[in-house]
């Protein structure tokens, strides 16, 4: 449980920097450069993301049972997982209105997909995994909002088209995870 744990706080904190020290943040990108920042950003993520990993696959070696989640809960973290596809996807979708509307949609991708994952799991590092991302996405996303209106940005209006493909795009990329992928890179098999 401690390499899932120090993964955790790894990568969660320095993705935290903008959260609470932005200025800090600024700072450094100022002081070393850009490109120096993206490496050193890079490879700090990728060790905590790899810890993550490993510390997870670990803890479910000998896995600490809080709570067993009724069965009717994976098809809510099903339908859960589906819509975090589609915000998700929004992010990457140019002038979709999804983006136009919530503006940081990766964002609600992640708090979506966490909170899907604690309604369907009930042991301590599913807990710890998904709890702490949940956390971070909701003090991410209301930072961001702040950020957002005190610097005056404003995103362009949303078109049908670009919408109903960020949908369908989401939907198609969720069933093809659901059905082909999770259980071989996860080990669970979500249906």
């Known amino acids: 449980m401690i390499t899932l744990v120090s993964g955790l706080i790894i990568f969660l904190g320095l993705h935290s920097i903008r959260?609470?020290?932005?200025?800090?943040?600024?700072?450094?990108?100022?002081?070393?450069?850009?490109?120096?920042?993206?490496?050193?950003?890079?490879?700090?993520?990728?060790?905590?993301?790899?810890l993550i990993i490993w510390g997870y696959s670990l803890a479910r070696q000998q896995p600490v049972v809080i709570w067993t989640p009724p069965p009717f809960t994976r098809h809510i973290a099903a339908l859960l997982a589906v819509i975090a596809f589609i915000f998700i996807t929004a992010a990457y979708i140019p002038r979709n209105g999804i983006k136009a509307r919530l503006h940081h949609p990766m964002t609600l991708g992640i708090k979506t997909w966490a909170l899907a994952h604690l309604i369907a799991n009930g042991t301590l590092h599913d807990i710890l995994l998904f709890g702490s991302f949940l956390a971070w996405a909701i003090l991410l996303f209301r930072a961001s909002r702040k950020r957002d209106a005190?610097?005056?940005?404003?995103?362009?209006?949303g078109s049908g088209g670009a919408?109903?493909?960020?949908?369908?795009?989401?939907?198609?990329?969720?069933?093809?995870?659901?059905?082909?992928?999770h259980a071989p890179l996860i080990g669970v098999r979500p249906f």
Do not use: K
Not at 20 to 48: C, H, K, Q
Not at 163 to 181: E, K, P, Q
């Open 19 to 50: 959260i609470f020290a932005e200025d800090w943040r600024n700072a450094m990108r100022a002081r070393i450069g850009l490109l120096p920042w993206r490496a050193f950003y890079s490879i700090v993520s990728i060790t905590g993301l790899l």
């Open 150 to 157: 005190a610097l005056g940005v404003t995103y362009p209006a």
């Open 163 to 181: 919408t109903a493909l960020t949908i369908v795009a989401g939907i198609a990329s969720a069933m093809i995870f659901a059905l082909w992928l």
